[in-house]
T-cell receptor, first 111, second 115 residues
């Protein structure tokens, strides 16, 4: 079974602090996506990474794909209350394959 | 671009009745659509994969006779929950993917409550 493990499960921080969410697997991904979901809504795609060692930035969010393509991280700098939500990583093991989701990280940024 | 809609956004039905949920890709053709189920404070659980013009592939443990999926066109897939029971109450989310792409775009979800 190909599993994705996300950590931590829950993160509560003060506005202005930094945070990092991790996504790990024992298998090699062909691609990995990060999504953010708010209550009662569908996930919104933040980024897709496909190349080992790849780093992508989206404003205050930095996404990194491990060299071996088995792990990824999401780092948020100077978090804001609007960053509150459920962050999900999801991987595919070949193009056209279904997504497998990690367990999610619930982030709460307090003002 | 890459907008996916779902209808209805929420529905309440009585036990034993059937409910149909529609998923549409509004500005692209989706060769593959996926149906997920999500329980409160949990991640998404894939129920089935549906390819246009062919039978859906269900994940292990998902009853195909209870959750009927139809993908009749490149922009529409439907999920019908037959003979619904209270334990079927959940948040159902669809997603759509363009052929050969890694990325999936999700609909806003449908909250189903079975009384």
């Amino acid at each position: 079974t190909q599993l994705l493990e996300q950590s931590p499960q829950f993160l509560s921080i003060q506005e202005g602090e930094n945070l990092t969410v991790y996504c790990n697997s024992s298998s090699v991904f062909s691609s990995l996506q990060w999504y953010r979901q708010e209550p009662g809504e569908g996930p919104v795609l933040l980024v897709t990474v496909v190349t080992g060692g790849e780093v992508k930035k989206l404003k205050r969010l930095t996404f990194q794909f491990g060299d071996a393509r088995k792990d990824s991280s999401l780092h948020i700098t100077a978090a804001q209350p609007g960053d509150t939500g459920l962050y999900l990583c999801a991987g595919t093991w070949w193009a056209g394959n279904k997504l497998t989701f990690g367990g999610g990280t619930r982030v709460l940024v307090k003002p | 671009g890459a907008v996916v809609s779902q209808h209805p956004s929420w529905v309440i039905c009585k036990s034993g009745t059937s409910v149909k949920i529609e998923c549409r890709s509004l500005d692209f053709q989706a060769t593959t659509m996926f149906w997920y189920r999500q329980f409160p404070k949990q991640s998404l659980m894939l129920m089935a994969t549906s390819n246009e013009g062919s039978k859906a592939t269900y994940e292990q443990g998902v009853e195909k006779d209870k959750f009927l999926i139809n993908h009749a066109s490149l922009t529409l897939s439907t999920l019908t929950v037959t003979s619904a029971h209270p334990e079927d109450s959940s948040f159902y989310i669809c997603s759509a993917r363009v052929r050969g792409s890694y990325e999936q775009y999700f609909g806003p979800g449908t909250r189903l409550t079975v009384t």
